[in-house]
């Protein structure tokens, strides 16, 4: 399964960004059964788990991101959000869904980059 998230692009530092991550067709009927997680990989880095949620509504976050970033899921809809808040140059990465722990195949992701 391959999660597509959207919602990228240009901003500067201290701007504000929101994600977002619908689960596909093949998933709906289980998505309400998984945690799920955003993650970000910034060039010649590891990916790196950055927050995540459960079923239920509990959360996790990176420390670096703690008090900035907010994750939150809509299981009506099957999708996973993400508000980013207060951006910061290193910020800057390529973010992708998926559960948690992840599945084998990951999408495309979505870049975001911050300016300083």
């Known amino acids: 399964v391959q999660l597509q998230a959207s919602g990228g692009g240009l901003v500067q530092a201290g701007g504000s960004l929101r994600l977002s991550c619908a689960a596909p067709?093949?998933?709906?009927?289980?998505?309400?059964?998984?945690?799920m997680a955003w993650y970000r990989q910034a060039p010649g880095k590891e990916r790196e788990l950055v927050a995540s949620i459960t079923v239920g509504g509990a959360t996790v976050y990176a420390d670096s991101v703690k008090g900035r970033f907010t994750i939150s899921r809509d299981n009506s809809k099957k999708t996973v959000y993400l508000q980013m808040n207060s951006l910061r140059s290193e910020d800057t990465s390529v973010y992708y869904c998926?559960?948690?722990?992840?599945?084998?195949?990951w999408g495309q992701g979505t870049l975001v980059t911050v300016s300083s």
């Open positions: 998926n559960a948690s722990p992840p599945w084998n195949k």
């Open positions: 067709r093949s998933i709906t009927s289980v998505f309400n059964s998984y945690v």
